[in-house]
């Protein structure tokens, strides 16, 4: 018989929420293996639902499983407007606004009410994020691709790069580092190497970077923005597990058996 089994809550962000559910044959009728499947509710402005309509969903409703060329699902991420889906293939899928170019797949388009795959990524993908309008992915070699909008320095692509980026590009200043996950906000991005090193960029104000209160002579800010990764210097000596970005602040954990800090306390740190 069919079984549907709530399998983990993953990112919500808004106005939208999502879960991963697992369908399938249960044991005792069949050993084939289940299939994951998103469910979606909440506003469906700009199509960030990918059901297919702009209609906003009041309860969960299932994505069809046709949009990701009937591959099974292994996350989902959330960002201010737009979806991004990831396969168990390590193939990448978004769905909702576009102004920016945060579905990393045309510039010719606004929006998208279905998942369209994101061009331009020749690696298979292990972990996605989403900001309010950029979106990234790691690689299963640990390299980051970033793509959307760029306004305050958050793809790390460097000063000179585009206001925005409609193709995923890869952050080049991080060749030779091992990205294991990384959390988006709304305009910056906190990356944690395989190392536990954590590093951020992009806008400054309200300390959400973490590199301190920098300032002139005349008591201005140095800079608006970091333009490319910088290691979060406060953290050194403890081994980053996890990261998470909001819209003006970041947080961390450290990984309890390897951290310098007593063994028996969980350490979490928090800025911005």
């Known amino acids: 018989m069919w079984r549907n089994v709530l399998r983990k809550t993953t990112l919500s962000s808004g106005e939208l929420e999502l879960l991963t559910w697992r369908r399938g044959y249960s044991s005792s009728t069949s050993g084939h293996p289940a299939r994951r499947f998103a469910a979606v509710w909440g506003n469906g402005d700009f199509g960030r639902l990918g059901v297919g309509t702009l209609d ?14 009937h591959q099974s699902l292994k996350s989902i991420a959330c960002g201010g407007a737009h979806t991004l889906f990831l396969t168990e293939t390590g193939r990448v899928y978004a769905t909702g606004l576009n102004d920016f170019g945060q579905l990393g797949s045309s510039d010719l388009i606004k929006y998208s009410r279905e998942p369209v795959e994101v061009s331009g990524l020749a690696k298979g993908i292990v972990q996605i994020a989403a900001g309010y309008h950029h979106s990234c992915a790691i690689t299963v070699d640990g390299e980051l691709y970033m793509w959307g909008k760029n306004s305050s320095g958050q793809l790390g692509l460097g000063k ?4 925005a980026v409609h193709r995923p590009t890869k952050v080049e200043c991080l060749s030779g580092l091992t990205i294991k996950l990384a959390a988006l906000g709304s ?19 309200s300390g959400r970077l973490g590199h301190g209160l920098e300032s002139s002579i005349f008591g201005f800010l140095t800079s608006n923005s970091e333009y490319t990764p910088r290691l979060i210097k406060k953290l050194e000596g403890i081994r980053v597990k996890r ?17 310098r800090y007593c063994r028996n306390w969980v350490f979490v740190c928090v800025w911005g």
């Open 56 to 69: 906003s969903q009041w309860s969960p409703k299932p994505i069809n499983c046709s949009s990701f060329h």
């Open 160 to 163: 000179k790069a585009a206001k």
């Open 243 to 259: 990261v998470a970005a909001g819209l003006l602040h970041s947080a961390c954990i450290d990984d309890l058996n390897l951290s």
């Open 187 to 205: 305009e910056h991005t906190v990356a944690v190497t395989d190392g536990g090193e954590a590093l951020s960029w992009g806008a400054v104000a």
